[in-house]
């Protein structure tokens, strides 16, 4: 799902959204599903989460971060809706200082700063001129032709050109916060035996489909997302193809931890650690799902109504809403899902929304839809992040 909490919840359950039940942010994951934080603590594995944002501490299978966030809270030197990546990075580095090298640990990470890419505050302001220039014409016509990204809807070619740089800007600070922390673990001789898994809870148009941000549709830009493993001494820089999706993250926690064994039953998610090594491998997954989070009442009123879901293969994908029908895409000629083949290849989509159909029957309970109330400082929260 293009939706922070809830997808986040998908890598550490394995399941989808709609079986779950967290669909919402400030929504919590029941303690009923297996996860990865639960799972690894009963093998002995201390799991810790350091989160950007309130709606994530404690609430998406991790407790609460060990330090305080800080967040809008006067008595703090932190200010803002969110923790920049600096700030989560001293967290994670300030707890790591009384462990060793023995200790088993599972961390998450979790940088923000992308998702606000058209802010200006809490970025260092080094890294914002580090990209102002950076945006040659011939790289921005490259871009667009790429990307599929209209001028018009920036107006000018100098704004797409600030929003692009902004983006990037807060990409490398990020990667240098990542690096930081890498070369702790090294100093605190913790680096040897940790492997990395970095990756992302959902993508962002930038004006792709005439939309900036995420989570109204299910085009590509929201839903394909970096996955990159990295362990000192692993063989650099081979690249797999195959279909994997954020579900199959938890199978892959527990096998790296050794506890395959442990893995529930009945989730959708496959271990990734056959992947890991080069050479052929039988894959089982062939198709990946996403949903949109539901339409709220006067936040998003000008959404299109009722559910929308994709379906998709290597190949080919479609998007269905229960209110307006579906569109098919061949994402091999039409990667940019531009043009609409759902009248020109009728067998393809019959096929698709069948197997869609027979994937929402594997449901492990049918939970009602849950009505939580937002008091005021957690609806002004998510105005402040943009999602109000």
Known sequence: MPHTAPSHASMFTGLY???HGLRRNHEKLSPEFPNAYSVLKKAGVEGVAFPSVRFLDGKVAFPQSPLPLGIHDPKSAVRGWYLNAREVTDNALSWLDDKSPDDSLFIWLHYYDVHQWNMADKTPPRY??????????????YVQSVNGVEVSYFHTQEALANAINNYDARLRFVDDEIKRFQEALEARSLGDETVWIVTSDHGEGLGDHGYAGHGQFLYEEQLRVPLIFWKKGWRKG???????????????????????????????????VALLEEGDVSWPVDASFAERRPRDGKPRAWWTKGELRSFQTKRWKIIESTETGVQLFDLQE?????SDRSTSAPSALAKYRRQLRELLERRPSDPEEKKIELDESQLEELRQLGYL
């Open 128 to 141: 914002v001129e580090m990209m102002r220039d950076s945006m040659s014409p011939e790289l921005l016509e």
């Open 334 to 338: 039409d990667p940019l899902e531009l």
């Open 238 to 272: 081979f690249v797999r193809t195959e279909l994997v999706r954020l579900v199959d993250l938890f199978p892959t926690f527990l096998e790296l931890f050794g506890h395959a064994s442990e893995t529930p039953t009945g989730i959708e998610g496959r271990s990734l």
């Open 17 to 19: 959204p709609f079986q």
